[in-house]
């Protein structure tokens, strides 16, 4: 079923076919859009979106099966784990990404392009925190038992987040715009 956030851009059409039943349809009669690159196209942008979130989760993870310190306090484990909800609303994005060039539905845009372009913001802005958040633990919190870890960890965080950077920096060069009206 369609969400009720989008329920203004369908109506319900009931016919009766053949038999004498009654058969309901959503058709959609909302407003169409065009999404355009300046650079690239949809295909290499959903290739591209794939690999970073890929990357992403593998740094990610892996950051989070580093055995450092730091990881055990509260203003680095926070963002650490709030990170996974965007990252998970970024692969479902990814996911949702339309594979034809077509117009599309508000809805198509709103779950796919505009869930990972704010997504993606989140998880770069999370990153950052946790790369911050060890650094800081690092320099305040005295000698570590084990400095390499520490380092290793903000290395894996701020790969991700250079690639989620970069990934947001590219979505500038997609123009959205209404195709055709109701």
């Not at 520490?150 to 790969?159: G, N, P, Q, R, S």
């Amino acid at each position: 079923m369609v969400a009720r956030k989008y329920a203004q851009d369908y109506e319900v059409i009931t016919q009766n076919d053949e038999r004498g039943r009654e058969k309901t349809e959503l058709a959609y009669r909302g407003d169409y859009y065009a999404v355009r690159f300046n650079k690239g196209n949809l295909s290499n942008y959903r290739k591209l979106t794939q690999l970073v979130t890929f990357l992403t989760l593998v740094l990610h993870i892996g950051a989070g099966f580093i055995n450092n310190a730091g990881m055990r306090q509260f203003y680095i484990a926070l963002p650490y784990v709030t990170a996974f909800l965007p990252l998970f609303f970024l692969a479902a994005g990814t996911i949702a990404l339309p594979m034809g060039h077509q117009s599309y539905r508000r809805n198509q845009i709103a779950l796919s392009f505009n869930r990972i372009r704010k997504s993606s913001l989140a998880l770069f802005f999370l990153f950052f925190l946790c790369a911050l958040g060890n650094t800081g633990f690092i320099l305040f919190a005295g000698p570590s038992n084990n400095p390499r870890l520490e380092t290793l960890f903000i290395a894996f965080e701020t790969c991700a987040a250079i690639a989620i950077g970069w990934l947001t920096i590219f979505q500038r060069e997609i123009n959205i715009q209404i195709n055709s009206t109701k």
